[in-house]
């Protein structure tokens, strides 16, 4: 590492519990308003509860892990620096990569539902130039600050989330009428293998929760921060799903998987439109546009810090690595996901986009337990220096968080091969080139230097 950035000031501690709840559930809530009804034009109904059910339970575990891992490490790659201490380089920075492009690609994802939101209400406006307006605008927020950024998550996240709640209890409560006969009329309508198929969108739910544990560095207290903020906000997104899918599907008509919730954009926008309340169809379409924004916003904070780490360690220019002198952020790698939103939004291809982010995350949520077990065999659970939190149910639930990740990777063969295959093979690529390149930049790690930990009590070889 250069005297330059090893001069470089470090990332400053301001952040609170409430701070990794807005960025968790600020980057994932707006999978609760559009995206995961696509679930439901593959398998009904069912296929939508179990999709949220089965993605949901992984999540959970995922959650856990990186509340472990995160409060453990307090280092600002999350994923990528728990793959690269307790599995290996190519394990390190293909995570660091897929953190980075799940990251990116959802923000583009999320600027262009933003733009097309703003052209339905000004239809003067053209899509991309809002697109390059939102991602330049919110690359220069996270510029200036962390705190900045996600103060204005916590309560862009907390309206949206608000709206939610309005929307489900106006429902239950007489406000306007429900539908209950919608969720046996489109319970099942393309059999099994469509309950099976619908899993490939069930993270869309939860997609980027892990992503919380990534601001540990930047944590006043992570130990108690990270845990905290990561499990508040698994449970609000859990409740947020259930809310969801039941008002919608009472709401919005699903027997013909072509028509009605299974392809609508905004399902929970169109679901209050059907109501005929103009105060509810005013809330929830602001909750739409708050949300989109705070995905896109935490986005830029994850994916940066993603390459900030990699940068750190050489797999990635170190020019990227400088912390601003006033500003206390990883500004030069804030600055280069701009580039490479606005090329993802540039290929105008929503569902390609959100294809690539889901199948990045998954090797994330394969290699995340995995790093998980590599580091309770290495630091067992009596070195409560090196652990301050401690997730049940272990090895077991890690195990089967793998096992479920592989499971829903599995189901992109149905419409989406070419882009899992693509991204696979690009991965595997990234493994082996890194692990070879970048073996003589990653010296023996020093425990004590490093982390400030003992020793490992029993060895375990890395790749």
């Known amino acids: 590492m250069t005297d330059e950035v090893a001069e470089s000031p470090g990332l400053v501690k301001t952040l609170k519990p409430y701070h990794v709840w807005a960025l968790g559930v600020g980057i994932v809530l707006v999978g609760e308003f559009m995206g995961w009804n696509f679930t439901v034009a593959k398998g009904g109904i069912l296929g939508s509860l179990l999709a949220m059910l089965v993605a949901g339970t992984m999540y959970v575990i995922i959650a856990l892990c990186a509340s472990e891992l995160g409060s453990a490490t307090k280092l600002a790659g999350g994923p990528y620096d728990w793959a690269r201490l307790f599995i290996g380089p190519g394990a390190a920075a293909s995570v ?19 733009a097309f939101i703003a052209q339905e209400v000004f239809p003067e406006l053209q899509v991309f130039p809002v697109t390059l307006l939102v991602i330049a605008t919110l690359t220069f927020i996270n510029y200036r600050g ?28 007489g406000v306007f009428e429900l539908h209950p006969e919608y969720l046996f009329q489109g319970a099942m309508p393309n059999g099994l293998i469509g ?54 599907a009472s709401l919005l008509p699903s027997g013909i998987p072509a028509e009605g919730l299974g392809v609508s954009v905004y399902p929970l926008f169109e679901a209050a439109q059907s109501t005929g309340v103009y105060a509810l169809i005013a809330l929830l379409a602001l909750g739409t546009l708050l949300t989109c924004v705070s995905s896109a916003n935490g986005c830029v904070c994850d994916s940066s810090r993603s390459w900030f780490a990699l940068s750190r360690d050489h797999f990635v220019s170190n020019w990227f690595s400088s912390v601003h002198p006033k500003y206390q952020t990883p500004y030069k790698a804030v600055i280069f996901t ?17 294809t690539f982010s889901i199948v990045s995350g998954l090797l994330c949520y394969v290699l995340i337990p995995f790093a998980l077990l590599r580091f309770r065999k290495m630091f067992p659970t009596h070195i409560n220096k090196v652990r ?75 790749e």
């Open 96 to 114: 660091g990569l897929a953190v980075y492009m799940e990251y990116i690609a959802l923000e583009a994802a999320d600027a262009i539902v933003v």
């Open 146 to 173: 962390v705190v900045a950024a996600l103060t204005l998550n916590f309560f862009m996240t907390a309206i949206a989330f608000f709206a939610i709640i309005v929307f489900f209890f106006s429902g239950t409560f």
């Open 195 to 248: 309950l099976f198929a619908a899993l490939q969108f069930g993270p869309w739910f939860f997609l980027g929760i892990e992503g919380a544990a990534m601001c540990a560095e930047e944590c006043k207290h992570p130990s108690r921060a990270v845990p905290l903020g990561q499990q508040a906000g698994m449970i609000t997104l859990l409740v947020g799903a259930a809310m969801t899918l039941f008002i919608c």
């Open 338 to 354: 701009m580039p490479i939103a606005i090329a993802f939004a540039f290929s105008g291809y929503l569902d390609q986009v959100i």
């Open 388 to 462: 301050p939190f401690v997730s049940p149910l272990q090895p077991w639930i890690s195990y089967f968080a793998m096992a479920i990740a592989i499971v829903i990777m599995s189901t992109l063969f149905w419409g989406y091969r070419y882009n899992l295959i693509f991204a696979l093979a690009f991965y595997l690529i990234a493994y082996f080139y890194f692990h070879n390149r970048n073996k003589k930049f990653l010296k023996p790690l020093d425990w004590g230097e490093e982390m400030g930990w003992p020793n490992p009590s029993h060895h375990v070889e890395k």
